[in-house]
């Protein structure tokens, strides 16, 4: 695609075009190569926990090839399902409006239209381009919330549309705005995405109307796939307002010893969960079906074929009942981007692609359940399709669910899940049989902060040092008890993670 676009001889000139470049760099090496060293770079290349890692530094302008990155790095995120790179272009395109709303209009006074209403940026992907005019006036106006001003946009897309044509462009822009959103790992930057379940309702009934206006079915290829998921991903992430908590994982001392040996994560087939009732709880809670609020979603059929492997984090640090039932040793994460780190790749196509992960609070509450499903049926019910369909793509939701209820005796673990389905992909980084999936990963080599009594302590330190030293952009503070790094607060003196005072500023040279 930027074959088309002249690159500007003296490429790049900011932080923002290093940043593309690198970016897009470094997808063509992982396509090439999908090793781990090519996978972790990759991620953490498009993977901020903090609000202030990124750096615009050096001149300020906006181009036609910044532009066309932008569009190839989706192209590839999409070819390859890297769903962290299309939320990354979401948080640079944030980071633009808030750059050129500063330097454009507030320091070189220009007006709205020649900022905003013209120029590269009208040639986003139409996916970004929904996203960017709907942020526009959000931070320009500021009148209402994103979700509001997301809504007005898409609207205002249909009845602008010069054609049915253009337009059923713009109906898969919007349908792949709204999946890729529902994989936002709760990232600080992404917060105003992080839709509550009115406002996720008002989304699909938006969209809803405007697929049967146009008698689009979702139930069938090319949407199917992307509205189910999407659906299940914003409901199971919408669980317990986001909890934009701490997830905690722990392992003895064998595991832990072995992570740098063999660089690993083990995920147990769900049969063979530690739990006997696994699955079970769901489907008494399905048993009778009185409490539906809708006859044709009564008849559903369960989809019970389906070959699953879970990873189990907790949302509170780590009781020691827990640390005696699961190990001592504390591994931490600041948000989602474990599912990335859980991704096995396959490559089917000759293109490395990523794993579906989905991420989720389990609920101990049959209720709450009952409150969301009834909450689906809501959603599928505004669709304009027969009570066959409905029902079909009712299953396919609900294929989702029957791992996310336990009984309340589990409670105190407040468990936080990552789910895999295996299908029967060419897996390059990943082998499986009936008890196990054997991911390569870094996840356990490299995680956000860990407990000072971890006995790979000095190791992870040194291997967190490097990936910092290598990547870091802007100041932060570094603690060097939990390891963990601070971009928001870097001057401060205790460590917002584990308390400690034995924390320091590192200096980023400019």
Not at 107 to 124: I, N, P, Q, R
Not at 212 to 241: C, Q, T
Request: with cysteine; proline share 3%.
């Amino acid at each position: 695609m930027t074959n088309y676009i002249e690159k500007p001889n003296d490429w790049p000139q900011n932080g923002r075009e290093w940043k593309l470049e690198t970016i897009c760099d470094k997808f063509e090496k992982f396509i090439k190569d999908p090793s781990l060293s090519n996978k972790e770079l990759l991620l953490s290349l498009v993977t901020s926990n903090d609000l202030n890692e990124e750096n615009p530094f050096g001149l300020c302008r906006f181009t036609e090839y910044e532009v066309a990155l932008i569009n190839e790095i989706y192209e590839y995120a999409t070819l390859t399902q890297c769903t962290q790179a299309k939320l990354w272009l979401y948080e640079f395109i944030i980071d633009t409006v808030i750059f050129k709303k500063t330097t454009e209009m507030m320091m070189l006074h220009k007006s709205f239209d020649e900022v905003f209403a013209s120029g590269s940026y009208m040639g986003l992907h139409p996916a970004l381009k929904v996203f960017y005019n709907s942020y526009i006036y959000f931070r320009i106006e500021k009148d209402k919330t994103f979700f509001q001003q997301l809504i007005l946009t898409i609207k205002t897309f249909r009845k602008a549309a010069p054609s049915k044509e253009v337009f059923i462009e713009y109906i898969r822009g919007i349908n792949m705005l709204i999946y890729d959103l529902s994989f936002n790992i709760n990232s600080p930057k992404l917060a105003v995405c992080q839709f509550d379940r009115v406002e996720i309702k008002q989304l699909f009934e938006t969209v809803i109307n405007i697929l049967n206006e146009f008698s689009i079915d979702p139930s069938e290829r090319p949407y199917r796939g992307v509205f189910l998921i999407s659906i299940a991903n914003y409901v199971l992430k919408s669980r317990n307002n986001h909890s934009n908590r701490l997830i905690y994982k722990c392992l003895p001392n064998s595991a832990a010893q072995k992570t740098f040996i063999n660089k690993q994560v083990w995920m147990k087939n769900t049969k063979l969960l530690n739990d006997k009732r696994e699955g079970i709880t769901f489907k008494n809670i399905m048993y009778s079906r009185n409490w539906m609020n809708q006859d044709w979603a009564k008849k559903v059929k369960l989809i019970n074929d389906i070959t699953k492997y879970v990873c189990s984090f907790s949302n509170e640090r780590p009781s020691n009942k827990m640390m005696n039932k699961y190990g001592h040793n504390i591994y931490g994460f600041k948000n989602d981007r474990i599912a990335n780190l859980l991704s096995p790749i396959y490559n089917d196509l000759d293109i490395p692609q990523f794993s579906l992960v989905m991420a989720y609070d389990v609920l101990y509450d049959h209720k709450s359940i009952k409150d969301e499903i009834n909450y689906i049926i809501d959603i599928i019910n505004c669709l304009n399709i027969n009570d066959e369909k409905k029902n079909d793509l009712f299953a396919s939701v609900l294929s989702y669910w029957d791992l996310t209820v336990k009984d309340k005796k589990w409670a105190y673990e407040n468990e936080r899940r990552y789910e895999i389905r295996i299908f029967n992909h060419n897996y390059v980084d990943a082998t499986y049989d009936s008890s196990f999936l054997k991911i390569i990963s870094s996840l356990y080599l490299l995680p956000d902060f860990i407990s000072k009594e971890n006995i790979k302590h000095d190791r992870i330190l040194m291997e967190r040092k490097a990936k910092l030293s290598a990547l870091s952009v802007r100041d932060y503070q570094f603690c060097n008890d939990c390891l963990q790094a601070d971009f928001d607060n870097h001057s401060d003196k205790v460590c917002r993670i584990c308390g400690s005072d034995n924390v320091i500023t590192i200096k980023i040279q400019k």
